[in-house]
């Protein structure tokens, strides 16, 4: 995950034990605006809307495991905390430069096992 792009990977519903990539979201981030105060507003309310879709392909989890670039891991962790479905989720976090498909997934397994 990082600011613009999230990856996410978790078990097939009826197979839960190889990890899959179970979607992806974009951030096409804010307009460059003139005014700052806009801006800023305006790409507070994209990262909203950015976790919102991230978190609706999550369902039923447990526990989750955020890594990317940045602090932007961190955030999410926070709004999934104040997410009532999500807040007795478990979450950990890394920091990780951008890897393939296959390479995450690896990682992801490594993690969980």
Do not use: C, W
């Not at 978790?10 to 190889?18: C, I, L, S």
């Not at 978190?55 to 039923?60: E, Y």
């Amino acid at each position: 995950m990082d600011a613009h792009h999230a990856t996410i990977a978790g078990h097939k519903e009826e197979d839960n034990t190889e990890f899959v990539i179970l979607g992806r979201v974009d951030n096409p981030g804010a307009d460059r605006n003139t005014n700052e105060n806009a801006e800023n507003n305006q790409e507070q309310a994209l990262t909203h809307k950015f976790f919102k879709e991230i978190a609706a392909k999550m369902v039923n989890i447990d526990e989750i495991h955020v890594t990317g670039t940045g602090q932007i891991q961190e955030q999410f962790i926070h709004f999934l905390s104040d997410t009532p479905q999500y807040k007795h989720t478990v979450a950990t976090e890394s920091t990780s430069n951008r890897m393939s498909d296959e390479a995450f997934l690896s990682m992801v397994t490594d993690h969980f096992r």
